[in-house]
């Protein structure tokens, strides 16, 4: 940030402010289009010998956007990291043109470079049911067996993310038939809670060593403190290896899972893209994706061939 002018700083700061009161971004989001944005206004006073003014910014080229995404390419920024952080120096540039009264097309006509979109990379339902059933075999301890099982359920039976299985408290238990969950960019969601996971959270915390409260969270550690992701990701690199399963069966992996099978079962798109939390339907449409792929799979195996 040394290389950046203190006006540019300032500039900088009142977009990431307007982002998090207009937008609702969370906090790592912010964080990480400032450090792109950052990184973009210091290549620029590199670029130029100079620090970069708000007037000399309204003059950035073409020719200066070449530059700076021949460099990135050059640092070995893949392209979908190219891709976001174009996405990021796009969206300051249309807030502070707007702002200050200039024509940022050098900036927005720039193309992000092409990039093939990962999909989801879910488990098939007989391996997901092979997780939860191997998960509870890694610990000797009885507790945290039950505790490992509950919180894997919580991933794939409610399509929770870790750290918002992990973010529930005593006040949550015992588990009602609906969990009120604050998401990415605290997004509000409602999320049914079926029987299955209910009945494995009633079991941990039938055997958990350790005290409950209302304000303290719900899963514990080993020692008391509150669960480390960790702890769980650990356990399912465990399980996946006894399984055979790729390094991709991940507690994310679980979420996707989710998703994937709500749609094979006949699931609506807008009903689960509401269950994830996700801001676009475009995020959710991945998984049709997913879901064509394998119905592709099963007609090559299936169909007779001429």
């Known amino acids: 940030m040394s290389l950046i002018s203190p006006a ?11 982002l998090g009161a207009l937008a609702g971004r969370s906090e790592n989001t912010k964080s990480a289009y400032q450090g792109d944005v950052a990184d973009f206004l210091s290549f620029m006073t590199l670029h130029h010998s100079e620090r970069q003014g708000l ?3 309204e003059r950035i080229s073409i020719s200066d956007m070449r530059a700076w995404m021949a460099d990135q390419r050059g ?11 174009l996405s990021a120096v796009k969206s300051f540039y249309r807030w502070l043109a707007e702002r200050e009264g200039f024509e940022p097309t050098a900036v927005l006509s720039t193309r992000a470079p092409k990039f093939t979109k990962k999909l989801p990379r879910p488990l098939a339902e007989d ?15 009885d507790w945290v067996a039950a505790r490992d099982v509950a919180v894997v359920t919580l991933l794939y039976g409610c399509g929770l993310r ?13 588990l009602p038939q609906s969990l009120r969950i604050l998401g990415k960019g605290d997004k509000e969601r409602i999320v049914p809670v079926i029987p299955a996971a209910r009945e494995a959270v009633d ?3 039938q055997l958990c060593p350790h005290p409950q409260s209302l304000g303290a969270a719900l899963f514990r550690g080993v020692r008391g403190g509150p669960l480390n992701p960790r702890a769980i990701q650990d356990v399912m690199a465990k399980a996946r290896m006894q399984l055979g399963l790729p390094s991709t069966a991940t507690p994310h992996a679980m979420r996707h899972s989710f998703a994937t099978h709500l749609l094979s ?3 609506d798109l807008r009903a689960i893209q509401e269950l994830l939390g996700h801001a676009s339907l475009s995020t959710t449409q991945a998984y049709t994706a997913v879901d064509t792929a394998r119905l592709m799979e099963v007609y090559n195996r299936a169909h007779p061939k001429a």
């Open 162 to 174: 870790i750290s918002e299985a992990l973010s529930l408290t005593g006040a949550d238990a015992p």
């Open 75 to 85: 640092s070995d920024v893949g392209a979908r990291s190219l891709a976001r952080k």
């Open 203 to 205: 079991r941990y915390l």
């Open 127 to 141: 391996a997901a049911r092979a997780m939860l059933e191997t998960v509870e075999l890694q610990s000797t301890s």
């Open 8 to 18: 540019c700083r300032d500039a900088l700061q009142h977009w990431l402010d307007s």
């Open 55 to 57: 007037a000399a910014l």
């Open 265 to 267: 079962a006949g699931g």
